[in-house]
């Protein structure tokens, strides 16, 4: 079946710009994931859905970061006024219920903030 | 607070040859460990877990042990392919918890 879908692949942005990273987690998953995974560093929590809701977002950096997932599927994740500090591979992951799952993760979106 | 300490790499191995990436650990209670393996141009996979001491997860020829005595996860495999050429990432999951907290990851190259 799909995997973890995250689009674009690839976004290259200006230092203050505003950006939005989607996922697609897999298909009854209700749970969801954000990480950060900076060039040379295993990847850094940033906030956890369950259903609608941020169960966990205390991974955020700031409070120009927030995500959103309106109907429990698709998630987006925004950056305004974007820094070259945000440059990153920001990763998404679904499992099924929570908790004790195996996380499964999409192939990432490579932000650059020139 | 809770965190995770690999070996630095990158390893670099001949064909055949033995691995051991360690891993130890800083957590309360008992958490869940993992490895994960990112492949070149590739998403990060789960590639072994234990949820509990003693446990031995183990996957493609991989293993590793939970060893709460030594806080530690290391990853073997007795025998490497070029295939294994890979960053590896030891991590966690507290007891009850949800984000996985993982290691800086160790770049493993296996030469032919």
């Known amino acids: 079946g799909a995997g973890v879908s995250q689009t674009p692949s690839n976004k290259v942005t200006e230092k203050g710009k505003y950006v939005e990273l989607r996922c697609d987690p897999i298909s009854g998953h209700t749970a969801l994931y954000w990480y950060r995974q900076s060039l040379g560093q295993g990847p850094e929590f940033l906030i956890y859905f369950q259903g609608t809701g941020a169960a966990d977002d205390s991974g955020l950096p700031n409070d120009r970061f927030f995500a959103v997932r309106p109907e429990g599927s698709v998630s987006t994740l925004k950056i305004q006024r974007t820094e070259r500090g945000d440059s990153a591979v920001y990763l998404c992951?679904?499992?099924?219920?929570?908790?004790?799952?195996?996380?499964?993760f999409g192939p990432g979106t490579r932000l650059t903030v020139l | 607070g809770n965190s995770v300490t690999q070996m630095e790499g990158p390893v670099t191995l001949s064909e055949e040859a033995f691995l051991t990436i360690n891993c130890t650990y800083t957590a309360t209670g008992y958490p869940s460990l993992f490895w994960y393996v990112q492949y070149p141009g590739e998403g990060l996979q789960l590639l072994l877990k234990a949820t509990k001491a003693d446990d031995k997860g183990s996957n493609k020829g991989f293993e590793a042990t939970y060893r709460k005595e030594t806080t530690s996860f290391h990853l073997e495999k007795g025998s490497v392919q070029v295939s294994d050429s890979a960053v590896y990432f030891c991590?966690?999951?507290?007891?009850?918890?949800?984000?996985?907290?993982f290691g800086a990851g160790t770049r493993l190259f296996v030469k032919a």
């Open positions: 991590a966690l999951r507290a007891t009850g918890g949800f984000k996985t907290i």
């Open positions: 992951a679904s499992s099924p219920t929570g908790q004790s799952d195996t996380q499964y």
